[in-house]
């Protein structure tokens, strides 16, 4: 079975999606919350899927997750909950201490994200704030993200923004100010995300350096989302503000981690609940995910020894090896190597092959994947690389005393090699040579060789030319 990908087909899976997304293409992850049976955690410490080898990790508690992401729920206050239940995470806050939930350590994330998840606050009142903030959790020394911290406070190194419920009269929504200095209360005052019921919430989030437009909507409109900000949608109505990113600490472009906290209920009545459920994270890429490989640059480049080629993919599934086809200007595209693939991986994968052989002129490269039950998928990209070897300005004979004479031409100046390799490959003579502009001629004493035909190859500062020649 074969797969030809072509960008018509491309573009027309990008437009397929209705409500809420990038272009050209969206890597959805959809977060594992799913369990058997009713499962509570108490206590101090923390749970955390996959299982670390921290010894403050109380146990099993999450569903076992594959290595896309982690989580991790923490509260080191004995009356917080946590509990697992038809796929609905429940967090019920201490009286004297934060409890927290994290989606964290997200492979392959970029700077254009979207959070969904359905938010269920049929048991809360607002009476003690309940804080959202998304960054990025792999910032060396930072851990605000997973530990106990309030999400709100001054700016930080792992948080790219952070808002947040509660009651104030009535419930409002806060966010917190682009310098950092303060939670700031949104226009109108009258919070979307409502007490006593469960609503859908989404994030729209660009970290990057240039602003961007997302679809929304049924029938799908446009919407521009500047840089370093973020919208947010409750049940399909956009809130007013733009929010912004929190002060200049945060330096990260991937937004790889989403964390829920619950601020401690001392001070109030009693402990309430909030519901988490339907977590979807989906991020703006430049390739098909639905691709079991996901090639992100695939570049050539000429070498002193011929042509290099360079790929690299974000993931790969199912992924047994690569195949490199090369054409001249017939673009009759041939196998020339097999190069084994990484299997299943959510890590980037760089690929480097050497063709020591290049065609003279254009040579044309193109990449066939190959899963492992054979089926074949072929990336449309192709690279071009006008090979430096130039034959017609390299002529070689030997005498019978086994002095090899070479003529070589060249346009400037350049310092190399010049070898010698019989018919299986096998080199048989290395000498340095040193070009000046113009014509060369260049004559070097070889070992004792049998007769027959041999290969010389001069390989000089990007002049690279082969001929064969005859020893009788």
Partial sequence: MKRKLLLVLGLLLSASFVKGQFSPFNRTINVNLDTTATVNGVNSKWYESPLSTSTSVQGQFFPFVKSAYKLRAISYQTDAEFTLASSKLTIKNSMSGLAKATVFNIQNATGIVKFSFDLDLSLYTGLKEFMIAFGNSSVSGATNLVNTNSLTSTPLADIFASFRI????????????????????????????????????????????????????TPASSVSLNSNTYHIYVDGVKYTQEFPKVGTTYSQTAINAISFAYA????????????????VITYQVETDPTLPVSLTSFTGENTASGIRLNWKTASEQNNSHFELLRAGEDK????????NGKGNSETVQNYIFNDNNPLN??????????????????FNQLVAVKSAFNNQNFKVSV?????????????SYASGKIAVYDMSGKKIFEEQVSLQEGNNTISKALPAIQAGVYIARVLANGLNAETKFVKK
């Fill in 332 to 339: 009759n595209f041939k196998f020339i190597s097999r190069i």
């Fill in 166 to 217: 509660v009651k104030s009269g009535n419930l409002i929504t806060q966010f917190r100010s682009a310098d950092g200095s303060a939670n700031t209360t949104t226009t109108p005052s009258t919070s979307l995300i409502k007490a006593s019921q469960s609503q859908k919430v989404e994030i729209f989030v660009n970290s990057t350096s240039g602003s961007i437009n997302y679809s929304y909507g």
């Fill in 361 to 378: 002129g254009n040579n044309y490269y193109q990449l066939k994947q190959v899963d492992f039950d054979g089926t074949e998928t072929i």
């Fill in 264 to 279: 401690s209920g001392s001070g109030t009545a009693g402990a309430e609940k909030v519901g988490i459920s339907n977590i």
């Fill in 399 to 411: 005498s019978e005393e086994s002095v090899l004479n070479a003529h070589i031409y060249a346009t």
